[in-house]
């Protein structure tokens, strides 16, 4: 299936506001998630899903892990002669207070991507908001709305400084956006349809003020652009920084959570690898876990996530925790309450813990023996 209607528009060119080891020395976007995946699967997926064939990635200046992982776009079906994955430079940011995603002098710099298609729409995305939707569902409604821009949103299940929050009044249009968000609100979930002619008129009328992010720069004018809202009804997931990074994970160990983001008719594609089953020693005990492929597991897992080729040595306990790839617990340690990034090495005895308000966070290749 082929979307001619559409083409899509990742950015990545922005970071988080809280300084952590795990973006250190790289983007939001290749932070991994859930074992397998890294956090910019879910909206290349979304995209590959709705038949969407022209991609552009906004790429920061740290990219070389999420070049490494998304390389030509071949497992999302986008390494293709006509259109294709693009991976495009993005731009020193700009002053926004809103949590700025859509930089304008991101969009000028890259508008030969615009110019260049023949699509109806542009469908924008983030990659720390997470979710698993029906875009063919949201353009169709965009199209029958008759508005310039569409703005997905869903009701806020708790407060969230990072996100910002939609002003909805008649028909559905929105009046105005705010910083922010509180139980209740309509927060705004980082994903746009836009008319690629008015993008394009937007490009051009607002270059002056091309340090400022699309929405904050038009916000302005949403009456006259005709600004409209769509009410996502599933899941959706915020990465802001650490605590929402670990909190969110532990809330997917639940089955009943885990299926209304990973969905059989809307599959999740990550990278993929050649890895064999996870190996449980006969004195392995592990429960209430999610164990990746290319594990081995001899001593005792709980309510963790373990990325793949995690080794957990005999007498070792990982607790409430979540481990990334290629990282060694040794004989008799105990990791708790605590993110290890990748390719760290527990000393055999070690006791690494955390607390559930204090989270214990040990950055890339931190520890070796």
Not at 16 to 35: K, W
Not at 110 to 121: D, G, H, I, T, W
Request: glycine share 8%; aromatic share 8%; hydrophobic share 40%.
């Amino acid at each position: 299936m082929i979307n001619k209607n559409a083409i899509g528009y990742i950015t990545a060119n922005y970071a988080s506001r809280d300084p952590s080891a795990l973006v250190r020395n790289r983007p939001i976007a290749s932070i991994p998630f859930m074992g397998r995946y890294r956090l910019i699967d879910f909206p290349l997926s979304n995209m590959m899903n709705a038949g969407i064939k022209t991609v552009g990635l906004v790429m920061p200046g740290n990219c070389r892990s999420l070049i490494d992982h998304v390389s030509s776009g071949k497992d999302w079906m986008l390494d293709r002669k006509k259109g294709g994955l693009f991976l495009v430079p993005g731009n020193p940011f700009g002053t926004s207070k809103l949590g700025m995603r859509f930089l304008l002098r991101d969009l000028i710099a890259n508008a030969e991507l615009f110019l260049r298609s023949q699509a109806k729409y542009v469908v924008m995305m983030a990659s720390n908001i997470i979710f698993n939707l029906d875009l063919d569902t949201i353009i169709d409604a965009h199209r029958d709305s008759g508005a310039g821009v569409t703005m997905v949103y869903t009701m806020a299940e708790r407060s969230q400084t990072d996100a910002q929050s939609l002003i909805i009044g008649e028909r559905g249009r929105v009046q105005a956006m705010k910083s922010g968000c509180s139980y209740g609100d309509a927060k705004f979930m980082d994903c746009a349809i836009i008319d690629r002619e008015l993008l394009l008129t937007i490009i051009r009328d607002y270059a002056m003020a091309d340090y400022l992010d699309l929405f904050e720069a038009i916000r302005s004018d949403f009456e006259r652009i005709d600004v409209c809202s769509y009410e996502f009804k599933g899941l959706v997931v915020g990465i802001f920084n650490e605590r929402t990074y670990y909190d969110r994970s532990m809330d997917l160990l639940r089955p009943e959570t885990y299926d209304r983001l990973f969905l059989p008719e809307r599959p999740i594609i990550t990278k993929a690898h050649d890895a064999p089953p996870a190996k449980y020693d006969a004195s392995s005990n592990a429960r209430d876990s999610l164990i990746s492929a290319g594990c081995t597991v001899k001593g005792m897992v709980r309510g963790s996530i373990l990325s793949r080729g995690v080794v957990v040595e005999p007498g070792a306990k990982v607790l409430n925790s979540i481990i990334m790839p290629k990282c060694v617990i040794g004989a008799g340690a105990t990791v708790e309450n605590a993110i290890l990034d990748k390719h760290n090495v527990v000393a055999e005895n070690t006791e690494l813990r955390g607390t559930t308000d204090h989270l214990l966070v040990v950055g890339k290749q931190s520890l070796r023996i």
